[in-house]
């Protein structure tokens, strides 16, 4: 069959073309993972990745929250969260790649999970998005753990917050320091104990801003920092 034997090397190139580019696309995901501050960020990054291998118009994704809802995180064109919720709800219970035509907007979605974890649904829309369920199954794993990453540090972020809110509003002074005494942390009610301007304590020790006061502080704070015990100065 002379026009099967002519045509392998242009098949090859293809095949060689398709593979190149998920490729690209699964080292960019990786580093949109690496770069995104949280999910908002992480689906903005993540579009023109997948775009590389399936153009698509739109990205979402639907994440099942710690109170069973589903959150709608999009970038590009959409439909209404109320409608995605409804298409990701149903590839979540069929647990099974879907596609359809909703209101004109061509789309597939894919389950993710991280193990037995079902983490929610990656959705593509476009006019091209329904001949790549495949591509977007085989992204869907990088996806799921970029979204693990995505959500621990929005939470180790939030956990920070917090416990800088409280220490800021202690009504006592408050600081933390380094393995080598320097401060990295320094509530308002210290700076004004110390007659300091906001945030000249960062960065420095303490027996160097008040050598009296300071030395006796540090040498009380060693023993703290050694026990992970309370001390006071």
Known sequence: ????????????????????????????????????????????????????????????????ESDGRLGCHHHGPSLSDATWRAIALQALEGNRPLSGTTDGVVWVAVPLRERETALGVLVAHGSAAQAGADVLGLVAEPVATAIVRARAVTEVREAEAKFRAFMRNLPGSAYIKDAGGHHVFANEALERLLGLAPGAVLGHRLEDLVPGVGSRCATSSRPCARSGTASRC
């Open 1 to 64: 069959m002379p026009f099967v034997h002519e045509a392998r090397p242009a098949v090859k190139r293809v095949i060689h073309d398709v593979e190149e580019r998920l490729v690209a696309a699964l080292h960019a995901i990786a580093e949109a993972s690496a770069a995104a501050p949280d999910l908002p960020a992480l689906v903005a990054h993540l579009h023109p990745a997948i775009g590389s291998v399936l153009p698509c118009e739109g990205l979402l994704l639907a994440i099942r």
